[in-house]
């Protein structure tokens, strides 16, 4: 018989609310089957999760670095605060034309005589009661839009700027600055060359059978709108420009559109010109042709290509 002083002694039984750790079922050889692994407690769980989270890239957790300064002046609005801030920056503009306008009232007979020029020879009548008085309200109105033209346009970059991307504000000044001087050189193209080509062919088509006596409403209707007419097809270099910057189309591709470019300049002399005289209408379909061609030209020197899918 053994000593049961030299007997081993018996593991002590585990605690029924503490279940032993798995490392000590281990070292004792005990399996799995004997010792259940007890589930994971709430820290280990806490550990656990924090470890997977920090396996995973930066990249997928947070935003890239350049992401915040991709649009430098995002303002986070709501749709309503959006509406409101574009319905005062049109009531700005409005006022700032209706201010132009009013100055432009001050001096309007010496603005109406000035239009007056290209139809040197001509007397002009007053056909109905109140019809300068109305002519004179048309031409203030149309210069004070023009004076009221840089004001109007910061407007519209003060809206939409803090929506743009650092790249598509590069575009900005350029684009307005361009626009604005294409814009008074359409007005000056049309004073120049259209209007009176347009009024030479008029007067002597049939001088020997009528004796010309036209009405001031009439023709300074003829002369602002062919003016503001050949102001807004002179923006072509700029929207082709655009285009171009933006990746959506290259020069090639405009320059093999070619025909269709003298097409469509015929068909709009055809409808922007408010007389329906050839020489008018051949003369601003070339310009708006050679224009075209201009803005081929920038798109080139500017090394734009279309962006790839």
């Not at 097809?233 to 910057?245: E, H, I, K, S, Y």
Request: hydrophobic content about 55%; charged content about 15%; proline content about 9%.
């Amino acid at each position: 018989m053994s000593d049961p002083d030299l007997q081993p002694e018996a593991a002590p039984a585990p605690a029924p609310l503490s279940p032993p750790p798995a490392s000590a079922g281990v070292q004792a050889g005990t399996t799995s089957e004997h010792h259940p692994l007890p589930p994971p407690s709430d820290a280990s769980a806490s550990r656990t999760a924090a470890a997977e989270v920090s396996a995973v890239p930066v990249s997928a957790t947070a935003p890239l670095p350049h992401a915040d300064n991709e649009f430098p002046g995002e303002v986070e609005m709501t749709l309503v605060e959006h509406l409101e801030e574009l319905r005062w920056r049109v009531l700005r503009s409005l006022l700032a034309v209706v201010i132009g306008a009013g100055l432009c009232l001050l001096f309007v007979r010496p603005l109406v005589r000035w239009l007056e020029m290209p139809a040197a020879g001509i007397r002009f009548l007053q056909l109905a009661p109140g019809e300068f008085l109305l002519v004179s309200l048309k031409v203030a109105g149309y210069a004070g839009l023009t004076l009221a033209l840089p004001w109007v346009l910061f407007e519209l970059l003060a809206f939409v700027l803090p929506g743009l991307t650092r790249r598509e504000r590069r575009l900005v000044a350029p684009a307005v600055a361009g626009s604005s001087l294409l814009f008074l050189a359409g007005l000056a193209f049309a004073w120049w060359a259209l209007v009176p080509a347009a009024l030479r062919f008029l007067v002597s088509y049939g001088a020997d059978v009528v004796e010309p006596f036209w009405s001031i409403e009439r023709y300074l209707d003829f002369v602002l709108l062919l003016m503001v007419a050949t102001a807004l097809a002179f923006q072509l270099p700029v929207l082709q420009l655009l285009l171009g910057a933006l990746g959506l189309i290259d020069a090639p591709t405009m320059l093999r559109a070619w025909r269709w470019v003298v097409l469509g300049s015929a068909l709009a002399g055809a409808v922007l010109t408010p007389s329906t005289d050839p020489i008018t209408m051949l003369l601003l379909g070339g310009a708006i042709t050679a224009l075209y061609l201009v803005g081929v030209g920038l798109v080139a020197l500017s090394g734009s290509r279309p962006a790839r899918a």
